[in-house]
């Protein structure tokens, strides 16, 4: 019982730091642009309040948010392999949806 309870406490932990990774990123990306949250806000069509959340660290963010976040700062807050990012560039490229 005391492994699970550890492997759950681990697990938590680690949801936690990367959320104030990601927090931190966006934080120090808005820092270089001379952005406040609430211009970044606008930018993505989000109440000011939602922004100070996501910088407190504390947010759980869904994929898409991450990617609009990424896409109006011009940053990476994520990666995947290199090799993995090429099969699925190219795979999108020579689908029908381009």
């Known amino acids: 019982m005391d492994l699970i309870i550890s492997m759950r406490d681990e697990r938590e932990y680690a949801k936690v730091k990367s959320r104030m990774k990601l927090a931190v990123k966006i934080a120090d990306a808005?820092?270089?642009?001379?952005?406040?949250?609430?211009?970044?806000?606008?930018?993505?069509g989000k109440k000011?309040?939602?922004?100070?959340?996501?910088?407190?660290?504390?947010?759980?963010?869904?994929?898409?948010?991450?990617?609009?976040?990424?896409?109006?700062?011009?940053?990476?807050?994520?990666?995947?392999?290199?090799?993995?990012k090429r099969e699925i560039d190219s795979n999108i490229s020579g689908s029908k949806l381009n």
Not at 48 to 61: A, D, I, Q, R, Y
Not at 70 to 84: A, H, N, Q, T
């Open 48 to 84: 000011p309040s939602e922004v100070s959340k996501w910088l407190s660290g504390t947010h759980n963010f869904t994929h898409d948010t991450l990617v609009d976040v990424e896409f109006v700062l011009g940053i990476e807050l994520f990666s995947i392999k290199d090799g993995v």
């Open 30 to 44: 808005l820092k270089e642009r001379n952005m406040s949250h609430k211009e970044l806000a606008e930018k993505l």
